[in-house]
């Protein structure tokens, strides 16, 4: 072979082993590298979210939301009412009350009453034991025809038989000297004629030891009881008040009872309010 020829053949060959594909190698993994190799990555991928979770901890404020209230549950039975509360019944008025009336002023004038006012002996008010603060009544003598209009602003009088004690004025108005048979004439009822609150007097102590006593003998069966202080000028009595009734009918009822079991002998009604 002449020196054209080998190089004829020396640039096939080149030009077959530029032409020739290059040879793949795959390799195989076996199964411990496999799982060495996701270890290696799934320890990368934790520390990458726990980085993140501190990063974000660091630079968000987390607030947490209170948890939502629960739906009311299902009210059983009948359904709740829209309509609005009534208010309260009027105390019941009585016309015609008959009985004794007296009269009160020294040493009583600028004491306070039962409702606040300072009390003016010659000022036309009256006490009553359950009529209204504020109402107005008309005061009948039977004795020798006189009328006359108070207001009433205190509690009285708390003697057997008395129904009213008037004011010296109102008194001397119906030329009274000391007591009178009188029939009461109820005119305006006052301000605060509804939501009466009643209770029954058993006992008037100066010795405010004989009021304790009591006190603690009635309340081992009924309740409340109270003792209230009453000055009566010269003097400074202890009441003893039994109950707290919505009405004066269900107050005689309980005075009734108080008087059946022998914690009374005489009893008096009076409104608190």
């Keep these: 072979m002449n020196r054209k020829d080998e190089r004829k053949n020396q640039n096939a060959e080149v030009l077959t082993k530029k032409r020739a594909k290059p040879e793949i190698v795959v390799k195989t993994l076996n199964s411990k590298t496999r799982t060495g190799t996701f270890r290696k990555?799934?320890?990368?991928?934790?520390?990458?979210?726990?980085?993140?979770?501190?990063?974000?901890?660091?630079h968000r404020k987390v607030v947490i939301l209170p948890p939502a209230p629960a739906p009311p549950a299902p009210s059983k039975g009948r359904p709740p009412s829209t309509a609005k509360k009534q208010p309260p019944a009027p105390a019941p008025i009585v016309q015609g009350e008959?009985?004794?009336?007296?009269?009160?002023?020294?040493?009583?004038?600028?004491?306070?009453?039962?409702?606040?006012?300072?009390?003016?002996?010659?000022?036309?008010?009256?006490?009553h034991r359950t009529l209204p603060f504020g109402t107005m009544v008309k005061v009948h003598d039977l004795e020798n025809g006189d009328s006359v209009v108070v207001r009433i602003n205190?509690?009285?009088?708390?003697?057997?038989?008395?129904?009213?004690?008037?004011?010296?004025?109102?008194?001397?108005?119906?030329?009274?000297?000391?007591?009178?048979?009188?029939?009461?004439?109820?005119?305006?009822?006052?301000?605060?004629?509804?939501?009466?609150?009643?209770s029954v007097q058993i006992g008037a102590f100066v010795d405010?030891?004989?009021?304790?006593?009591?006190?603690?003998?009635?309340?081992k069966k009924f309740h409340p009881?109270?003792?209230?202080?009453?000055?009566?000028?010269?003097?400074?009595?202890?009441?003893?008040?039994?109950?707290?009734?919505?009405?004066?009918?269900?107050?005689?009822?309980?005075?009734?009872?108080?008087?059946?079991?022998?914690?009374?002998?005489?009893?008096?009604?009076?409104?608190?309010?």
Excluded at 165 to 184: I, K, N
Excluded at 228 to 246: A, M, P, Y
């Design 98 to 127: 008959e009985g004794i009336a007296s009269w009160y002023g020294r040493p009583f004038d600028g004491r306070r009453t039962s409702s606040g006012e300072i009390y003016n002996m010659h000022a036309m008010t009256a006490a």
């Design 154 to 198: 205190d509690r009285g009088p708390f003697v057997e038989g008395r129904i009213i004690d008037l004011s010296y004025a109102a008194a001397m108005a119906m030329h009274m000297p000391g007591t009178a048979v009188v029939r009461l004439e109820i005119l305006n009822a006052g301000p605060d004629a509804s939501g009466g609150i009643y």
């Design 41 to 58: 990555f799934g320890r990368l991928v934790f520390l990458a979210g726990l980085a993140f979770f501190w990063t974000s901890c660091h």
């Design 208 to 219: 405010r030891g004989n009021a304790e006593r009591l006190k603690h003998r009635v309340e």
């Design 225 to 273: 009881v109270i003792i209230k202080t009453q000055d009566h000028g010269d003097r400074v009595f202890n009441l003893v008040l039994v109950g707290q009734e919505s009405t004066s009918q269900q107050a005689q009822d309980l005075a009734s009872q108080l008087v059946r079991e022998k914690f009374a002998t005489e009893t008096y009604v009076v409104r608190m309010n």
